[in-house]
């Protein structure tokens, strides 16, 4: 018998949902619902409104049945309509401000330059697909519930079936006197921004920040990168109160306080007192002191923005906040509160952006009928870097000490770090604090509530061995708490879409699109499935070369080979290189240069390998400029030297620092300024200190046996002998000395590459040590050594290290991975085992003899110095293929100008999109999957020269300019 066939689903006529507010809460509840299939598609509306008059009774009655509950706390009796046949909802959203949702969690950026358009989380394309009514700068006045509307600022009455709150906080002002005068600001808008970025310009000198809490600490950082002298007053006894403890916010106070920003704590703000002409003049505290200031930004804290809610009838909480049940469900059940605005069930309001996307991806799920998913509250672990610093906490790190909870510590003052972990009586992770090294984040903060897979000293403590890897982690444990993201749900990704890199576990979940703190998770999850699959990823380098960094060295010094190009024609699969390969190609043929007879760096072909620090042979900043810092062997520096630097740091208004490693550091130069300040560092005696490449950075000393009462042996002679032998030499990853004394070790040799100690016999040579996020002390590898021997032992050690390393490898994790670690490498230094000792040294020899200082030599170089300054423009022949310029447009914005090898030009805004900074014309340009792509050189995110699409993160674009519209002048 033949069955008949099923019906189809009928169109539901759409139902109108009215969403008060356009941040990132609310953006990310339009997300879901299109995600869900619940927004009606531009398209479908015509069909949906022939139905929607005769249905429109039923449909109120399905809406009835939906928010049948009659408020907060109730019990769920009913569910939403089915979304059976086409989705249903037509949206109107009424945003207070006049640009739409935009990253506030990035909102700093903006006082270096990132628009409103590249903070944007709104994609035109999404609003015109679901024709939402996006009704800019005309918010809600009013909200009938009777009736069903919302009434604008501008008299228009909008009719819901669903409305949803999504109105944020607003900033609390102290009502002290003063607190409304000219000079006065709050920061939270782009508006806030834009108002405080020109009245600074108008010749303000000097700022406070009231509060000294998340947001305090970023307006302080802003009015810092605006070049005033910053102050920061917290009432509180300490800075981040509901972050940190007393001793987190000690080292957090000791580096803000390093950079120049004066912190006043456990005091008030009393008055702002005016000039004669009605703007700030200066800031009473409560204590009487008096602070002078030109601006004040009140950064106090935030109130729910729950007016709408409280003049419509809805309950509200004692302290602000509408209240909402599990579903996010106001009193009134067709109304919806989410983010900020809302107090939730477990009587909190969420300052936070995870929190509101989990309260908005319920609201969807409800809208779109299904009823499982609740919110009864959030993580609110936090990772972020303040000025600097990293800063993170998770899970409770206040517990009670009568709760029977134990401290696991670890801090040093004097780097600024300070880490504290707390354990219940039965050894399960209670919380924690890690300030100014942050890296054991992502590993921690899966295993809050559980116990430890080690002792947590391992995880905290310098020295403490290796963390356990993502196989210690649960199934059920969040990693990515902003997208609230389990491990569980990585692995399934990882199988049912065969991915195998984090661009993809990003496309399929979300997890690592938001604050960015779980990439290292999801890399070790990603590491662990693929191994447990049987999955063997790519050996090779990228999709270009399936040599992995040591064959391809080996190539090219057995081939004699001198060119990326005639590299990727014998040995390569095709294609113009990547971001991944160019750089790791440019720095082995640096290495060889001597053998090969290879110029410069930056001669000819080699420019297009450079990554933007070794173009402009210079660190790149956050904010597009660069950092200087020049070679000061062993610290040894004369006064006429210390001078020139200070002379220089004056002139360009540079920010100086005493680095890590005994050197000066300018930071905040701009590209076209560099040439002129290696000009002038070089007529007092310095030269490159090679910050930028991975090379030799510093070799650290103590004074030794020069002054100090016990010092056994020469340390500052030893240590600039050896700066002055191994500058220079381009290796897998950058690699730092440090010569001591004697044992008291006060330049931290055993903690460096190469260590090295002075002893009653000569000198202790220890290596393979690392400070940073994994530290790890050096190996003793030769004891008692002479001078000369100890020079012998270190050029082997280094040409082996450069010969056998892969890509970014630095020394700790080489000896770790290397077959027979330590023992191998005295079988192979000391006793030359391999028989390749003097071949070594021979190839180091002809290093030294080759040196040049490249500062000098681009100085030298016309073809060099010009990708420093301007060029004409005209038909695009001064463009060199393979490289990015930067181009000035009319409106003072600039493009980022490309050339392939084939001649094809991509024109792209130079504004990097994550960052804000004018950078990606420094970007490497390559291919991916064939298509023409850039880098960009802050965080590597690639994107499509063609379409401006990133291929690493689907929601973000980058702008594409149309060629016709450039400047035919200078750039």
């Given at each position: 018998?033949?069955?008949?066939?099923?019906?189809?689903?009928?169109?539901?006529?759409?139902?109108?949902?009215?969403?008060?507010?356009?941040?990132?809460?609310?953006?990310?509840?339009?997300?879901?619902?299109?995600?869900?299939?619940?927004?009606?598609?531009?398209?479908?509306?015509?069909?949906?409104?022939?139905?929607?008059?005769?249905?429109?009774?039923?449909?109120?009655?399905?809406?009835?049945?939906?928010?049948?509950?009659?408020?907060?706390?109730?019990?769920?009796?009913?569910?939403?309509?089915?979304?059976?046949?086409?989705?249903?909802?037509?949206?109107?959203?009424?945003?207070?401000?006049?640009?739409?949702?935009?990253?506030?969690?990035?909102?700093?950026?903006?006082?270096?330059?990132?628009?409103?358009?590249?903070?944007?989380?709104?994609?035109?394309?999404?609003?015109?697909?679901?024709?939402?009514?996006?009704?800019?700068?005309?918010?809600?006045?009013?909200?009938?519930?009777?009736?069903?509307?919302?009434?604008?600022?501008?008299?228009?009455?909008?009719?819901?079936?669903?409305?949803?709150?999504?109105?944020?906080?607003?900033?609390?002002?102290?009502?002290?006197?003063?607190?409304?005068?000219?000079?006065?600001?709050?920061?939270?808008?782009?508006?806030?921004?834009?108002?405080?970025?020109?009245?600074?310009?108008?010749?303000?000198?000097?700022?406070?920040?009231?509060?000294?809490?998340?947001?305090?600490?970023?307006?302080?950082?802003?009015?810092?990168?605006?070049?005033?002298?910053?102050?920061?007053?917290?009432?509180?006894?300490?800075?981040?109160?509901?972050?940190?403890?007393?001793?987190?916010?000690?080292?957090?106070?000791?580096?803000?306080?390093?950079?120049?920003?004066?912190?006043?704590?456990?005091?008030?703000?009393?008055?702002?007192?005016?000039?004669?002409?009605?703007?700030?003049?200066?800031?009473?505290?409560?204590?009487?002191?008096?602070?002078?200031?030109?601006?004040?930004?009140?950064?106090?804290?935030?109130?729910?923005?729950?007016?709408?809610?409280?003049?419509?009838?809805?309950?509200?909480?004692?302290?602000?906040?509408?209240?909402?049940?599990?579903?996010?469900?106001?009193?009134?059940?067709?109304?919806?509160?989410?983010?900020?605005?809302?107090?939730?069930?477990?009587?909190?309001?969420?300052?936070?952006?995870?929190?509101?996307?989990?309260?908005?991806?319920?609201?969807?799920?409800?809208?779109?009928?299904?009823?499982?998913?609740?919110?009864?509250?959030?993580?609110?672990?936090?990772?972020?870097?303040?000025?600097?610093?990293?800063?993170?906490?998770?899970?409770?790190?206040?517990?009670?000490?009568?709760?029977?909870?134990?401290?696991?510590?670890?801090?040093?003052?004097?780097?600024?770090?300070?880490?504290?972990?707390?354990?219940?009586?039965?050894?399960?992770?209670?919380?924690?604090?890690?300030?100014?090294?942050?890296?054991?984040?992502?590993?921690?903060?899966?295993?809050?509530?559980?116990?430890?897979?080690?002792?947590?000293?391992?995880?905290?403590?310098?020295?403490?061995?290796?963390?356990?890897?993502?196989?210690?982690?649960?199934?059920?444990?969040?990693?990515?708490?902003?997208?609230?993201?389990?491990?569980?749900?990585?692995?399934?990704?990882?199988?049912?879409?065969?991915?195998?890199?984090?661009?993809?576990?990003?496309?399929?979940?979300?997890?690592?699109?938001?604050?960015?703190?779980?990439?290292?998770?999801?890399?070790?999850?990603?590491?662990?499935?693929?191994?447990?699959?049987?999955?063997?990823?790519?050996?090779?380098?990228?999709?270009?070369?399936?040599?992995?960094?040591?064959?391809?060295?080996?190539?090219?010094?057995?081939?004699?080979?001198?060119?990326?190009?005639?590299?990727?024609?014998?040995?390569?699969?095709?294609?113009?290189?990547?971001?991944?390969?160019?750089?790791?190609?440019?720095?082995?043929?640096?290495?060889?240069?001597?053998?090969?007879?290879?110029?410069?760096?930056?001669?000819?072909?080699?420019?297009?390998?450079?990554?933007s620090n070794d173009l402009f042979l210079a660190n790149l900043q956050k904010d597009g400029t660069y950092s200087v810092i020049p070679r000061v062997p062993g610290g040894e520096v004369t006064p006429e030297q210390v001078i020139a630097v200070g002379e220089v740091a004056r002139d360009y208004g540079l920010y100086t620092k005493?680095?890590?490693?005994?050197?000066?550091?300018?930071?905040?130069a701009r590209a076209d300024q560099l040439p002129d300040i290696w000009r002038r560092l070089g007529a007092a005696g310095f030269e490159s200190g090679q910050a930028y490449g991975k090379s030799l950075r510093a070799v650290k000393s103590c004074v030794g046996a020069r002054f100090c009462r016990f010092g056994q042996g020469d340390?500052?002679?030893?240590?600039?002998?050896?700066?002055?032998?191994?500058?220079?030499?381009?290796?897998?990853?950058?690699?730092?000395?440090?010569?001591?004394?004697?044992?008291?070790?006060?330049?931290?040799?055993?903690?460096?590459?190469?260590?090295?100690?002075?002893?009653?016999?000569?000198?202790?040579?220890?290596?393979?040590?690392?400070?940073?996020?994994?530290?790890?002390?050096?190996?003793?590898?030769?004891?008692?050594?002479?001078?000369?021997?100890?020079?012998?032992?270190?050029?082997?050690?280094?040409?082996?290290?450069?010969?056998?390393?892969?890509?970014?490898?630095?020394?700790?994790?080489?000896?770790?991975?290397?077959?027979?670690?330590?023992?191998?490498?005295?079988?192979?230094?000391?006793?030359?085992?391999?028989?390749?000792?003097?071949?070594?040294?021979?190839?180091?020899?002809?290093?030294?003899?080759?040196?040049?200082?490249?500062?000098?030599?681009?100085?030298?170089?016309?073809?060099?110095?010009?990708?420093?300054?301007?060029?004409?423009?005209?038909?695009?022949?001064?463009?060199?293929?393979?490289?990015?310029?930067?181009?000035?447009?009319?409106?003072?914005?600039?493009?980022?100008?490309?050339?392939?090898?084939?001649?094809?030009?991509?024109?792209?805004?130079?504004?990097?999109?994550?960052?804000?900074?004018?950078?990606?014309?420094?970007?490497?340009?390559?291919?991916?999957?064939?298509?023409?792509?850039?880098?960009?050189?802050?965080?590597?995110?690639?994107?499509?020269?063609?379409?401006?699409?990133?291929?690493?993160?689907?929601?973000?674009?980058?702008?594409?300019?149309?060629?016709?519209?450039?400047?035919?002048?200078?750039?």
């Open positions: 018998m033949v069955q008949p066939l099923p019906a189809q689903p009928q169109p539901q006529p759409a139902q109108h949902l009215v969403l008060i507010g356009h941040g990132m809460v609310g953006h990310r509840l339009l997300q879901a619902l299109a995600e869900r299939g619940a927004l009606a598609e531009r398209g479908a509306l015509a069909e949906r409104e022939v139905l929607a008059g005769r249905e429109a009774l039923a449909g109120r009655e399905a809406l009835a049945e939906l928010g049948s509950l009659t408020g907060p706390g109730a019990s769920n009796t009913s569910s939403a309509p089915s979304t059976s046949g086409t989705p249903r909802w037509r949206v109107t959203v009424l945003a207070e401000e006049d640009v739409p949702a935009y990253d506030r969690v990035h909102l700093s950026s903006a006082f270096t330059g990132a628009t409103a358009q590249q903070l944007s989380l709104c994609d035109g394309e999404f609003i015109e697909a679901y024709a939402i009514e996006l009704r800019l700068g005309d918010p809600a006045e009013g909200v009938d519930p009777a009736a069903r509307t919302v009434t604008t600022t501008s008299g228009a009455v909008v009719p819901y079936d669903a409305l949803v709150l999504a109105t944020g906080s607003y900033p609390f002002v102290p009502p002290i006197p003063g607190a409304d005068a000219t000079g006065c600001f709050t920061y939270r808008t782009l508006y806030d921004v834009e108002q405080l970025t020109r009245y600074v310009g108008e010749g303000a000198r000097r700022g406070v920040v009231i509060g000294g809490g998340l947001l305090g600490l970023e307006a302080a950082g802003a009015l810092r990168t605006l070049g005033l002298d910053t102050h920061v007053v917290e009432f509180a006894p300490r800075l981040m109160p509901l972050q940190v403890d007393d001793g987190g916010a000690a080292a957090l106070r000791t580096t803000i306080e390093s950079m120049g920003v004066a912190v006043h704590t456990g005091v008030g703000a009393h008055e702002v007192e005016l000039d004669e002409a009605g703007r700030v003049r200066e800031l009473r505290l409560s204590d009487g002191r008096r602070i002078e200031a030109d601006v004040v930004v009140f950064s106090a804290g935030v109130r729910p923005r729950d007016r709408l809610a409280r003049e419509c009838g809805l309950a509200v909480g004692d302290r602000g906040g509408v209240a909402v049940d599990a579903y996010c469900r106001t009193t009134d059940p067709s109304i919806y509160a989410v983010g900020e605005c809302a107090q939730t069930v477990d009587g909190r309001v969420y300052g936070l952006v995870a929190p509101g996307y989990q309260m908005a991806e319920t609201v969807a799920e409800r809208l779109a009928g299904g009823s499982g998913r609740t919110f009864t509250g959030a993580d609110t672990s936090t990772k972020l870097k303040l000025m600097g610093a990293d800063v993170a906490s998770f899970g409770d790190p206040f517990a009670a000490s009568d709760t029977g909870a134990v401290e696991v510590l670890f801090s040093d003052g004097r780097e600024g770090v300070y880490k504290k972990l707390l354990l219940g009586p039965d050894g399960r992770l209670l919380g924690g604090i890690l300030v100014g090294d942050a890296g054991a984040y992502g590993s921690l903060k899966p295993h809050t509530g559980r116990q430890l897979p080690s002792p947590a000293e391992v995880f905290i403590a310098p020295a403490g061995g290796e963390a356990p890897g993502a196989d210690a982690l649960p199934d059920d444990a969040v990693v990515c708490s902003c997208h609230n993201v389990t491990k569980a749900q990585v692995r399934d990704a990882v199988t049912e879409h065969g991915l195998t890199d984090i661009a993809g576990i990003k496309r399929c979940t979300k997890a690592g699109t938001g604050c960015g703190g779980c990439v290292g998770s999801l890399q070790g999850v990603l590491d662990a499935e693929l191994t447990a699959s049987g999955v063997t990823r790519p050996r090779g380098l990228c999709e270009h070369f399936t040599l992995s960094r040591s064959e391809i060295y080996a190539v090219v010094a057995r081939q004699h080979i001198t060119s990326f190009r005639e590299l990727m024609d014998r040995h390569g699969s095709g294609g113009d290189g990547c971001a991944v390969c160019k750089p790791v190609v440019g720095n082995i043929l640096a290495t060889l240069a001597p053998e090969l007879g290879i110029g410069h760096v930056l001669d000819g072909e080699q420019a297009t390998l450079q990554d005493i680095t890590g490693a005994q050197r000066i550091g300018l930071f905040g340390s500052i002679r030893l240590a600039i002998d050896l700066e002055n032998r191994y500058r220079g030499l381009r290796t897998p990853h950058k690699f730092k000395g440090g010569v001591s004394g004697c044992l008291r070790e006060c330049a931290e040799a055993r903690g460096k590459d190469i260590g090295v100690i002075a002893t009653a016999g000569g000198w202790n040579l220890y290596v393979c040590g690392n400070g940073g996020a994994r530290p790890r002390h050096a190996d003793l590898l030769a004891s008692d050594l002479s001078t000369a021997d100890l020079f012998r032992t270190v050029d082997r050690f280094l040409m082996y290290y450069v010969r056998t390393a892969e890509r970014l490898e630095r020394t700790a994790a080489w000896i770790e991975r290397i077959d027979g670690g330590l023992d191998h490498l005295k079988a192979v230094l000391i006793e030359d085992s391999l028989g390749i000792g003097a071949e070594l040294e021979a190839q180091m020899d002809r290093h030294v003899a080759a040196y040049r200082d490249e500062w000098s030599a681009v100085l030298a170089d016309p073809a060099a110095l010009d990708r420093f300054g301007h060029v004409d423009f005209g038909a695009h022949d001064a463009l060199e293929p393979g490289r990015g310029r930067p181009a000035k447009l009319a409106d003072g914005s600039e493009a980022a100008l490309f050339k392939s090898r084939t001649g094809e030009v991509y024109a792209v805004s130079n504004r990097d999109p994550f960052s804000g900074a004018d950078v990606i014309a420094g970007g490497i340009m390559g291919s991916r999957d064939g298509v023409p792509v850039v880098a960009s050189p802050l965080h590597k995110q690639e994107f499509d020269l063609r379409t401006g699409r990133c291929l690493d993160d689907p929601d973000v674009t980058l702008p594409v300019l149309d060629l016709a519209d450039l400047p035919a002048t200078r750039f």
